[in-house]
C-alpha cells in the first residue's frame, strides 16, 4: 500500500481507547448499531484532526466546518463545541497521547427504528464516535511522493451533493480510488463537471507553473482545512497563488504537483496518467511544506 495516508506502524494502536457516546471501549470491542443512520444509508458527517505536542491543530476551523455540515444536512447537535473538545481531549488523555496523533470524529443522525431513508425513523440523538490513533506519516512517502490517475468519475455538482460536504457518502470517491489502483497508480485524480482538474479522491491538489502556485476554484472540490492554510502561507510569503480553472494539458506540463490534507501535510506527485511532473526537486512543494510546518508550530504555542 502506498499513499497520503500511509503511517509508520505502531503496536500503540491495537490497544487505544475509543469513544462513543460518553463511554470508552477496547478497540476490538468498540461497536454501534447496525440500524445506526451512517451504516444504514451513511447519514454522517465527519472530521479528521491532527494532535501536536498536546495541542488540537487547528481546531476552530475543523470544528466549524463540523458543525456547517451537520447544519446542511440537518442533524442537530445536541452538544456545544467546548463540549466536543472536551471529549476528544478525553479521549486522548484516556489513551496517554501526546502529539503524532490523528483523530476522526464522526457523528450520525442516529439510530434508526428500522432500515430506511427517513429521518423521521430515527430513534434519539445523534451518536458520536471519536477514534484516536497514534500516527506519524510515512517519512518515504514524503520523500519519494505519489503516482496519480485521472479517474473518468467526475466530482459532482452542488445540486445533487455539494463536494464541500464532508460527509459519510464517501463512495463516489471510493470508486475513483479503485479505478486509480485497478490502473497502478496510488490515488486518483478527479476532474469537475466541465472538464476541469478538481481534486483528488481524498486530499486537494495544486500545481506550481512558472513558481505560481495553481488549485482549483473550490466550487467542485472538498475546501480542505490544509488546502485553505497553504493559500494563506503564499499570501503571507509573497508566492503568487491563483485559485482557477486549469485541465490536463497545464498539469502534465507543470513545474511540481502536490496535493495537501490534513493527516500528510504536502505530498509531492511525481506522475499523473504515467507522465513525469516536473524534474523531481519537488522544490516549491519542499518550501511550501516547511511553512506549513510553522504554521502548525504557530498554532500550537
Known sequence: ??????????????????????DFYDRHEAKISVFDSAYLVGDGVWEGIRLHHGKLVFWKDHSSRLWQSA?????????????????????????????QVHIR??????????????????IGKANVVIIAEHKAASLETKEKGISLFTSTFRRGRPDYLDPRLNCHSKLHEVQALMQALEAGADEALMLDPHGFVSTCNATNFFIVVEDEVWTSTGQYCMNGIT????????????VSCHEKNFSLF????????????????????????????????FKQTKKLSEWYKEKIQHEID
Request: charged share 25%.
Open 1 to 22: 500500500m502506498h499513499g497520503t495516508h500511509n503511517a509508520q506502524e505502531d503496536p500503540r494502536n491495537e490497544k487505544v481507547k475509543i469513544f462513543i457516546n460518553g
Open 71 to 99: 447544519k446542511v444536512v440537518g442533524i442537530n447537535l445536541p452538544f456545544s463545541k467546548a463540549e466536543l473538545k472536551e471529549w476528544v481531549m478525553q479521549t486522548v488523555e484516556a489513551n496517554k497521547m501526546h502529539d
Open 105 to 122: 470524529i464522526m457523528v450520525s443522525r442516529g439510530i434508526k427504528k428500522t432500515p430506511s431513508q427517513d429521518p423521521r425513523l430515527t
Open 227 to 238: 488546502r485553505g492554510k497553504v493559500i494563506e502561507l503564499c499570501k503571507e510569503k509573497g
Open 250 to 281: 497545464d498539469v502534465y506540463g507543470a513545474e511540481e504537483a502536490f496535493v495537501t490534507g490534513s493527516f500528510g501535510g504536502l505530498t509531492p506527485v511525481h506522475t499523473i496518467d504515467g507522465k513525469s511532473i516536473g524534474d523531481g526537486s
